[in-house]
């Protein structure tokens, strides 16, 4: 019986379908905590004791709305891995990384049910939530990776903007799990009784305004640095559109904050999160060139379009004796 391989394309799509639904995970995963539904099911895996499925009422509804998505997110990450094995030519990296984001989705949903029987301690949320950006993390790595040959490419920049840019990586996660823990330090506990980050709003707030300024900074510091140097218009193009992003981000966090915190806009404000995060993480990867893949002798583009791959380099023309 002939086997099925998948082809680079198809096998692109699968990893957008992971990553599209990594985000669907946070999204509802703050509408739990948004709407106080984070007890909504007291057990786990089931809803309530024997009973698998909630009853129709508002906050069990959304908690398990949530274990639903997880549970289409494995069942994705699961297809993307077999693909992955049985995708050709045979990619070490993206069978790592489609296999390490599994991994990491089952544990996330172990985390999951830790956070239920913890009552909603503040900080076993806090890294539930910091667990489901790095899955975020490497699922983007995968689709990025996924759309040209292996390798880690060629440098197009600066090694200053490549090192600034690490900078401002380590800055932006920092400046999350601040913005984390000042989401613990406020009012949306997730459930009545639990326990909050003993730290004060407003000077939690304070940190982690100044943490994203701090990394703002950084940001144009790089994009100065590469319209110095003259770098490719694509890439100073990708680093306007993080500082867009960024800028956005920022108006919703000082709007959400002066606004005494709507539900609405702090689950508007996670979500700009993993996106700023996925535009962050695309931006640094755009910094090299890379090789498109070749399968049977054919250039596969990210779009699927196939054509002939270029002949090797030329002999040299000798001059007569």
């Known amino acids: 019986m002939p086997s099925y391989t998948p082809s680079p394309r ?10 599209a639904t990594i985000i669907l995970n946070v999204a509802t995963g703050a509408a739990v905590r948004l709407s106080d539904s984070g007890l909504g099911c ?15 009422s508002l906050h069990p509804v959304i908690e398990f709305g949530n274990r639903m998505v997880v549970t ?7 297809v993307t891995w077999v693909a992955s094995m049985m995708r050709r030519p045979v990619r070490r990296d993206l069978r790592w990384l489609s296999g390490g984001l599994l991994i990491g989705i089952l544990g996330e949903a172990v985390l999951g049910a830790v956070v239920v029987y913890s009552h909603l301690n503040a900080y076993v949320v806090m890294t539930h939530f910091m667990v489901g950006i790095a899955l975020l993390a490497v699922s983007v790595e995968l689709c990025l990776r996924s759309t040209h040959g292996p390798g880690r490419g060629s440098p197009a920049v600066t090694r200053r903007v490549l090192r600034l840019t690490r900078v401002y990586l380590v800055l932006l996660i920092v400046a999350v799990a601040a913005g ?4 613990g330090a406020g009012p949306h506990a997730g459930g009545k009784g ?3 980050v003993p730290i004060g709003l407003s000077d939690m707030t304070r940190i982690h305004a100044e ?45 959400q904050y002066f606004t005494r915190l709507p539900a609405v806009l702090v689950g508007i404000h996670v979500i700009g999160a993993t996106i700023v995060v996925s535009v962050a993480l695309w931006f640094h990867h755009g910094l090299s060139d890379h090789r498109p893949e070749v399968v049977d002798g054919r250039v596969t ?4 379009a196939v054509e002939t791959a270029p002949p090797g380099p030329a002999e040299p023309v000798r001059a007569p004796a």
């Open 10 to 19: 198809a096998f692109v799509l699968l990893c957008r379908i992971s990553l």
């Open 180 to 183: 984390t823990a000042t989401t």
């Open 72 to 78: 289409v997110l494995i069942i994705s990450c699961a």
């Open 301 to 304: 583009e990210p779009s699927g």
């Open 194 to 196: 639990a326990k909050r």
């Open 211 to 255: 943490l994203v300024w701090a990394t703002a900074i950084v940001l144009l510091v790089i994009l100065y640095t590469l319209w110095k140097s003259d770098a490719p218009a694509r890439i100073q193009e990708s680093g306007r559109i993080l500082l867009g992003a960024m800028v956005v981000q920022g108006v919703i966090g000082y709007t």
């Open 42 to 56: 007291p057990d786990w895996p089931t809803c309530a004791h024997q009973r698998l499925t909630p009853p129709l």
